[in-house]
């Protein structure tokens, strides 16, 4: 059987001119940011991608359809929807098969882009292994997909929400490049600074291309996380918000919150917590990880 799959004009026009285009991923309008600024900040990274010469393939399952980019009304009306699946690697077929729809994590889009042959991704934060992972086992399938489908993804790291040193050792352990991109220490998502050295440094979007190229041409799987530090203007040190996801944190465990739901819930108490400034600085990573994986995209057809 095909997979049914449906490009945008744009996306399929690109194709067609051999124009670089960038994956973005749909979870983070559904269950990542509120309404509307979901939407704005959906429209706002896609012009980014625009800017720096590529075009942006935002990527949902929409009624058993594949979409590989989406037109402005798919776009606005997913951002609205409500129960809107939250797709991974075990639920997209599924969702697929039985017509369905969801919005596409880190893990479902890199395996829907490398379907579509599109090699670079740019998202706010990959999932990781959460805090307490010794006795809940949740740890994102995110980290797997990242050691065997080969899609360069662009983050501010993993979200701050998570055991960093655990996620980055996981990382390690599946042999998925980190590479922190123009500073030396890994970013922790909201701040552009952790406490942790990164495996790898790489100061242009030429070298994260070839190595990606590399890995393909050497017949290593999977992708490559680029962690792209958010700007310094627009960061909310590590220490001030140590305590607000500590008490998000706390809250979950009260509350029960498990599985596809913890996420979700943290990413919105810290947003009231915070009084907006989370999300204004989610807002201005994702942009700049769009702005990096155009330049990416574009080294990589060269
Ligand atoms: N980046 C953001 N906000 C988000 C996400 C990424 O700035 O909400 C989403 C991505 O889709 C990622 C998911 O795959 O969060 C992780 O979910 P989980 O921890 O349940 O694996
Ligand atoms: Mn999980």
């Keep these: 059987?095909?997979?049914?799959?449906?490009?945008?004009?744009?996306?399929?026009?690109?194709?067609?001119?051999?124009?670089?285009?960038?994956?973005?991923?749909?979870?983070?309008?559904?269950?990542?940011?509120?309404?509307?600024?979901?939407?704005?900040?959906?429209?706002?990274?896609?012009?980014?991608?625009?800017?720096?010469?590529?075009?942006?393939?935002?990527?949902?399952?929409?009624?058993?359809?594949?979409?590989?980019?989406?037109?402005?009304?798919?776009?606005?009306?997913?951002?609205?929807?409500?129960?809107?699946?939250?797709?991974?690697?075990?639920?997209?077929?599924?969702?697929?098969?039985?017509?369905?729809?969801?919005?596409?994590?880190?893990?479902?889009?890199?395996?829907?882009?490398?379907?579509?042959?599109?090699?670079?991704?740019?998202?706010?934060?990959?999932?990781?292994?959460?805090?307490?992972?010794?006795?809940?086992?949740?740890?994102?399938?995110?980290?797997?997909?990242?050691?065997?489908?080969?899609?360069?993804?662009?983050?501010?790291?993993?979200?701050?929400?998570?055991?960093?040193?655990?996620?980055?050792?996981?990382?390690?352990?599946?042999?998925?490049?980190?590479i922190a991109y123009g500073q030396d220490m890994l970013p922790a998502f909201w701040s552009a600074q952790s406490d942790m050295p990164a495996p790898l440094r790489m100061d242009t979007a030429d070298h994260i291309a070839k190595a990606q190229l590399t890995r393909t041409a050497m017949g290593l799987q999977g992708g490559q996380l680029v962690c792209n530090p958010i700007p310094q203007d627009d960061e909310i040190a590590a220490d001030v918000l140590a305590p607000v996801i500590a008490q998000a944190l706390d809250e979950a465990t009260a509350q029960n919150i498990s599985a596809k739901a913890v996420t979700p819930f943290l990413l919105g108490r810290i947003f009231e917590l915070t009084d907006g400034k989370s999300l204004t600085a989610n807002i201005a990573l994702v942009r700049n990880n769009a702005q990096l994986a155009a330049q990416i995209a574009t080294a990589m057809k060269i």
């Design 1 to 178: 059987m095909t997979i049914p799959m449906m490009m945008s004009a744009e996306v399929a026009k690109a194709r067609a001119d051999g124009t670089p285009i960038v994956a973005l991923e749909s979870t983070i309008i559904t269950h990542g940011m509120p309404y509307p600024q979901n939407v704005e900040t959906a429209r706002l990274v896609e012009a980014d991608v625009r800017d720096g010469g590529a075009i942006p393939a935002t990527i949902a399952v929409i009624e058993g359809l594949l979409h590989i980019g989406l037109e402005a009304d798919q776009l606005d009306a997913l951002g609205q929807a409500q129960n809107v699946a939250k797709l991974s690697r075990a639920d997209m077929a599924a969702c697929i098969a039985t017509g369905g729809t969801g919005a596409t994590t880190v893990a479902a889009t890199m395996i829907a882009a490398h379907l579509a042959e599109i090699s670079v991704f740019a998202t706010g934060g990959i999932g990781g292994v959460h805090r307490g992972a010794e006795d809940s086992f949740d740890i994102s399938a995110d980290l797997h997909e990242l050691a065997q489908t080969p899609v360069t993804v662009v983050a501010a790291g993993a979200k701050a929400i998570l055991d960093l040193n655990k996620t980055f050792e996981v990382l390690e352990t599946f042999g998925v490049p980190v």
